[in-house]
């Protein structure tokens, strides 16, 4: 692929609310990860922030920006595939130009089965002291320590570092860097408490 096309294709893997690293970014696109560093900084310019995660678990992610195309799946590509196989059958002379487009919506596919499907309204607002704490805690770029209900209903330590507090089906959620997971994880408000230890 050119340059433009990797750097598009860096910018949708980001896009997705998940945090990568510069090694997986290179293994993902094919390329170097010097040049994986140039797309960022020529993004950048272009006015596309890119946010990095310091620290030996860190790496390159996204906030606040929504997408515009067309959400594939892969219904979709089963359906364009089988009418590929008609239209070769009966000699269809573009039929090479049909299977280049299919691939690129298999790569939106892909695309679409990694995003988030919290990233979405971060308009609404709340007034609860977990609320305050954690954007603050965002505006100081810290961490803090929370206990986290598991889907066993058991309470866990963890520390996280906040990005970004959003509002999904009336339930809020924190986009943070968890520690122990060492990845971006979505926490939701009901489940967190605030651990004074």
Request: proline fraction near 2%; glycine fraction near 4%; charge should be positive.
């Amino acid at each position: 692929m050119s340059k433009i096309s990797n750097a598009i294709q860096m910018v949708n893997y980001l896009n997705t609310g998940n945090k990568y690293t510069v090694k997986e970014l290179a293994a993902k696109l094919g390329v170097t990860e010097r040049m994986i560093r140039y797309y960022k900084a020529e993004l950048e310019q272009a006015g596309i922030p890119i946010d990095t995660f310091m620290g030996p678990n860190g790496g390159y992610y996204i906030l606040n920006i929504k997408n515009q195309y067309n959400h594939f799946n892969k219904y979709d590509l089963q359906l364009l595939e089988n009418v590929y196989r008609i239209l070769e059958e009966n000699g269809y002379e573009d039929i090479d130009k049909y299977w280049k487009i299919i691939d690129k919506i298999r790569v939106a596919s892909d695309i679409e089965e990694e995003k988030s499907k919290y990233f979405l309204d971060n308009s609404t607002g709340n007034n609860s002291e977990l609320y305050f704490i954690l954007k603050k805690t965002i505006v100081n770029r810290s961490s803090i320590r929370i206990l986290y209900r598991n889907l066993k209903q058991e309470w866990q330590e963890r520390i996280i570092h906040p990005l970004q507090i959003f509002n999904y089906e009336n339930k809020f959620y924190v986009t943070a860097f968890c520690e122990l997971r060492s990845d971006i994880r979505h926490f939701e408000f009901d489940r967190i408490r605030l651990n004074d230890k």
